[in-house]
Every structure is written in structure tokens, then in C-alpha cells.
């Protein structure tokens, strides 16, 4: 069963939504029969990058708040990522245009390396203060993660993936998405924004047990013994 995410590399509550995810997932029985793929969004599609502008500068500036308000709403998000294992550190991430970004992560989903891309730019943008606009270090995050750099150097360098980019936008308003992140479960069901554990615990199940009734397949929780396909029985 797939469940398509949408989501902005610049979104807080996308990186959090991930790891919710992610943790209703690992508890889930049957999670090896769970596809996830990332589709793109972009909240300010003509932000100019400035490395010389941090993420509370920027929100102060277009909020019209203080930087004391802006310190405080934005400490409040820092304590859920915490909750969630993430470390923020919103003054040092860099004002940038995620355009070039979202580009690259299609480019690893073409390498079968999509999730592992998405949240290697994440915790470049909100933990380490990387320019997620400069080729360069799109360059070295992706051959961290094992993408050939002489290829990556040619995607980031030509319009390639921006249709794909393009499409995941328009997409998104199709289906009526107006916030990210949004989870879209066997074309299904819907979950909107980074949601308690129980909403995706809940759903991942619902929409599983449709999942398998459309496949014409019923499982039984017997305990019964059985053989895997590496030689274990039980």
C-alpha cells in the first residue's frame, strides 16, 4: 500500500509529521507492505534565497511580529520537534528557495533513494544550517547518501525534474491539499498536518484493511507456526 506525502523541505511541522509517521509505522504489523513516497509542495515558491537571513528574521519580516514574538511562537514549535527526537535551530537555518531541492529529491526517487534524500535535506535545513539553495551542498548531502556526484552535478545544473515538481504542485491543489504536510493514503484517506500518533496509528490500519480487501486478501491473527522464505520456522 503506498502512502504519497506532500511536503515543503522548509516546513516544521513536515519534519515532525515524518517522524509521527514513521513511529505509528514501526508498530505496525504489516509495515514491509508499506510503500511511502514523497511528492513535493512549496510554501513560497518565489522566495529569494539570502544566506545572510535567518528563518526568525524572515518570519518576523513578512509576520510583521517583534523578534521577541518570534522567538516565543517559534520556541513553542522547537519543543514538539524536540518531543519527537528532532533538534531545531531555527537562528542559523538560511532563508532559501527549496525549488532546487525539491528537484534533487526526485532525482533520488529515481535511485530508489527518495526517503533517505528527504530526510537528509530536512536535517540540513533545520539542524545544521545548510543553504538547501546552493549547489554545492545539494552535491554533497546527496552523496552522502550514496547518489553518483557526477550525475547529481548534472541534475542540479539543467531543468531536470522540475515538470515532476511542477506536477506534485499542481496535484496537491487538485486534491485540495492547502497546507503541508498531507498524507494520502491508498488514494484513500487523508490526513492533514503532523497529527497525534493515535490519527496515524488509526488510519495507517483503516486504510490497510481496505487495502487488502481490494486485493481480495484477509489475514487471520491465528499464532499459527509457519516458515518464512529464509529458512525460520516457528
Not at 72 to 99: F, K, P, R, S
Not at 215 to 224: A, H, N, T, V, Y
Amino acid at each position: 500500500m503506498k502512502i504519497e506525502i506532500w511536503s515543503d523541505i522548509m516546513c516544521p511541522f513536515c519534519y515532525i509529521g515524518k517522524r509521527r509517521l514513521e513511529k505509528a509505522l514501526e508498530s505496525f504489523e504489516y509495515r514491509d507492505q508499506i510503500v511511502i513516497e514523497w511528492k513535493s509542495f512549496l510554501l513560497n515558491p518565489t522566495m529569494k534565497t539570502d544566506p545572510n537571513k535567518n528563518s526568525l528574521e524572515y518570519l518576523s519580516e513578512v509576520k510583521g511580529w517583534s523578534m521577541d514574538q518570534t522567538k516565543e511562537i517559534t520556541a513553542q514549535v522547537v519543543q514538539m520537534a524536540a518531543a519527537e527526537g528532532l533538534d531545531y535551530d531555527m537562528e542559523h537555518a538560511v532563508v532559501a528557495n527549496a525549488y532546487k531541492a525539491h528537484r534533487l529529491l526526485h532525482f533520488a526517487k529515481t535511485h530508489g533513494l527518495g526517503s533517505p534524500m528527504k530526510e537528509r535535506l530536512l536535517r540540513a535545513y533545520f539542524t545544521e544550517g545548510m543553504n538547501i539553495d546552493d549547489s554545492e551542498t545539494l552535491i554533497t548531502l546527496a552523496v552522502e547518501i550514496g547518489l553518483p556526484q557526477e550525475a547529481v552535478y548534472a541534475c542540479l545544473n539543467s531543468d531536470a525534474f522540475l515538470k515532476e515538481v511542477n506536477e506534485d504542485v499542481q496535484e496537491a491543489q487538485q486534491l485540495g491539499v492547502r497546507g503541508v504536510p498531507f498524507f494520502v493514503l491508498d488514494r484513500k484517506f487523508g490526513i492533514s498536518g503532523a497529527q497525534q500518533d493515535e490519527v496515524f496509528q488509526q488510519t495507517i490500519a483503516k486504510a490497510f484493511a481496505g487495502y487488502q480487501a481490494s486485493m481480495g486478501i484477509s489475514f487471520l491473527d491465528g499464532g499459527g507456526q509457519a516458515c518464512d522464505v529464509e529458512g525460520n520456522c516457528n
